[in-house]
């Protein structure tokens, strides 16, 4: 079943914050985060797993929460290299192999 | 290293033509996935495989056949295109699962757009 994320579409100005969010209605073992920009392969940012820390990747990070089976991408102090569409991937057995993606957030930053 | 390549970029098909999309990777990554994406609808698993001469299915598989005779290569097919299958094809691979996370990262293609009329 396709996870859930949240907002569809976000604008920011640079140097602002956003938050985005992957839920899963089903428990999971790891999230995967994926940026794309407009007519390029996505790009792998980072893996969340099942009881594991928050991570970081430049000024973006991602938490994982299993109570709620849901993790959250946090950008902060938006460049304009951030914009494009960030998708989140779910894994929910460990070795499964198969993820599962969301249908994509799109963030777009202003100068 | 090239990484991930897809073979050709575009495409344009007529109702009922077949052909075969080539990706290739470099990296001696054992797992290859091909996947599709619509405009709101994410990306979807059509095949995977998880080594030299297996193949399995994934979410829509229907109107699509994969081949993986060599590890580097990952092949999938259409053999009676329809408008419905108009898409943005990306093919993935990644290592075997890592310990101890048990999962690995996923590298993309640069994408095949086909359309068929």
């Known amino acids: 079943q396709q996870p859930v994320q949240s907002p569809q579409a976000v604008i920011l100005r640079e140097g602002e914050d956003a938050v985005i969010n992957c839920s899963s209605s089903k428990a999971l073992y790891s999230v995967h985060w994926y940026r794309q920009k407009h007519g390029e392969a996505p790009v792998f940012l980072m893996i969340l797993l099942k009881g594991g820390e928050q991570k970081g990747h430049e000024k973006i990070s991602a938490s994982f929460n299993e109570k709620k089976q849901q993790s959250s991408l946090y950008l902060t102090a938006s460049q304009l290299s951030y914009s494009g569409t960030y998708f989140c991937g779910t894994e929910k057995l460990v070795g499964a192999r198969q993820l599962t993606f969301g249908s994509g957030t799109q963030l777009t930053v202003l100068p | 290293n090239a990484g991930v390549t897809q073979t050709p970029k575009f495409r344009v098909l007529k109702t009922g033509q077949s052909m075969t999309l080539l990706c290739a990777q470099d990296?001696?990554?054992?797992?290859m996935y091909w996947y599709r994406q619509d405009p709101g609808m994410g990306l979807r698993l059509i095949h995977y495989?998880?080594?030299?001469?297996?193949?399995a299915k994934g979410e829509v598989p229907d109107g699509y056949n994969v081949s993986r005779l060599k590890k580097q290569n990952f092949l999938l097919g259409l053999e009676s295109a329809a408008p419905s299958q108009t898409s943005v094809y990306f093919c993935?691979?990644?290592?075997?699962?890592?310990?101890?996370?048990?999962?690995?990262?996923?590298?993309f293609g640069p994408g095949t757009r086909l359309t068929v009329l």
């Open positions: 993935a691979s990644s290592q075997l699962p890592s310990a101890p996370t048990g999962t690995d990262t996923q590298y």
């Open positions: 495989s998880v080594g030299e001469g297996t193949t």
């Open positions: 990296m001696n990554h054992e797992y």
